[in-house]
Structure formats: structure tokens, C-alpha cells
């Protein structure tokens, strides 16, 4: 009878141990550390006295259970009782050379870290005394650059000026030959533009021509040597 009361009672204070609300409002560190201390994780059924041991011959042996990753999480499991030679689960030499080949490219020694780290710095250096060097040069060229660039400005600026004094002088004999203003896209001014065009190449030509002429006469004939 009181043994029954007893195991009630504790039955009892269990439940409300477990059902019982936190006084202070839920957060979310407190409900991790809620959900922490009430993980009950069971417990792992090891059969030590009668392992689990796989048969390799059998054919209804799955083909992962007879590899040596197999053999070596039964020895972790059951030691000695899985019956495994340890000396079995070393890797073989070639394995081992695989593994120091993958070391050797994935996980380089101290010293190999070292050296590429220094081979990097002196490249990164290498190339920013590179980018200063170009940086220098250009910072030299920037007077002429700057002074070209305003003179491009100015002809270009000049230039703009001399093509609409010379369309407003086109206009104007257009009004004074026609008696009106004339559309800039129609055939007659063009057709007068070209026409005006052709006499003032005739008279550049004429005008050297006539230059050649006072530079030959100027010159005179040349003196005959003495002899």
C-alpha cells in the first residue's frame, strides 16, 4: 500500500515537473536551452554478448556491410567481440600514398603556406609598383593632355563658328539671288552652293598657280659657275 502511494506521488511530481510553464516570457535562447535540457535521447542498444556480425560469403550480404568503412564501425562499436583484426583496418600503402598526395594538394605544410603567402604578397606588390608606374606616367602626361584637349575645344568651337558664318553667308546670297528666303534642303540652294563651291575651288587653283608663277620669277635664272 504505501509503496503504491509512494510510486503515485512521484508518478505525480514528475508530470508536473515536466508540464510546469517557465515564469519569465519564452525568448529564443531560453527556448533552446528549454528544448536542451528536455532532449532525452535513448540510449544506443548495443548487443555485446551476441554482435551483429556480418556474414562477407553470404550473398544476401549487402555489399556495404563486407567493405573495410564497415569493418572499422564495427570494431569502434564492439571492440574485440566483433572479432575484426585491427591491424586489418590500417590503410594499405597505397592507400596511404593517396592520402598524402590529397594532404599534400589540400593541406599544404606550415612552411609551403608560408611561401605561397610570400610569392602572393610580392606579386600583389609587384603589380601595384606596376599600376603606380602607369599611374605616374599618365599624372606626367596630364599638362599636354589637358593643354590638347582645350586646343581640340577651341578648333572645334572655331570651327563651328566658321560653318555658321558660312551657311548665313550662303543664306544671305540665296535671298540676294533668288529675292527670298530659300529652304537650306532645297534642290535650287544646293544646286547654288555646289555652283559656288566649284568657282571658289577655281580660284584656289588660280591663286596658286599665280604664286608658282611669282616664286619661278622672283628666283631668276641661276648664275653659270666661273670657270
Known amino acids: ?47 555485446i554478448r551476441d554482435p ?23 570494431y569502434g562499436r564492439y571492440g574485440s567481440a566483433s572479432g575484426i583484426d585491427p591491424a586489418s583496418l590500417w590503410p594499405s600503402h597505397e592507400e596511404l600514398d593517396k592520402i598524402i598526395a590529397e594532404e599534400k594538394e589540400w593541406q ?15 606579386e600583389e606588390a609587384e603589380k601595384r ?8 606616367a599618365n599624372m606626367a602626361k596630364m599638362p599636354q593632355m589637358v593643354a590638347d ?10 570651327k563651328l563658328k566658321e560653318e555658321k558664318a558660312r551657311r548665313e553667308k550662303l543664306l544671305a546670297e540665296a535671298r540676294e539671288r533668288f529675292g527670298s528666303s530659300v529652304d ?3 534642290p535650287k540652294f544646293l544646286e547654288m552652293v555646289a555652283e559656288l563651291e566649284k568657282e571658289e575651288k577655281k580660284k584656289k587653283k588660280l591663286l596658286k598657280r599665280r604664286l608658282r608663277e611669282e616664286q619661278a620669277a622672283g628666283a631668276g635664272p641661276t648664275p653659270a659657275a666661273s670657270s
Open 52 to 74: 551483429y556480425i556480418p556474414d562477407k560469403d553470404s550473398e544476401r550480404t549487402p555489399e556495404w556491410q563486407k567493405t573495410a568503412k564497415y569493418d572499422r564501425k564495427l
Open 129 to 136: 609598383r606596376e599600376k603606380e608606374k602607369i599611374i605616374a
Open 1 to 47: 500500500m504505501a509503496v503504491s502511494l509512494l510510486c503515485r506521488r512521484t508518478g505525480s511530481f514528475s508530470i508536473r515537473l515536466y508540464s510546469r510553464k517557465p515564469a519569465l516570457p519564452p525568448s529564443p535562447h531560453c527556448g533552446f536551452l528549454l528544448q536542451t535540457a528536455c532532449y532525452n535521447p535513448k540510449p544506443l542498444k548495443l548487443n
Open 149 to 158: 584637349w582645350r586646343r581640340e575645344k577651341r578648333e572645334a568651337k572655331q
Open 184 to 186: 537650306p534642303r532645297s
Open 108 to 122: 599544404p605544410s606550415l612552411e609551403v603556406m608560408l611561401k605561397n603567402i610570400e610569392a602572393r604578397e610580392n
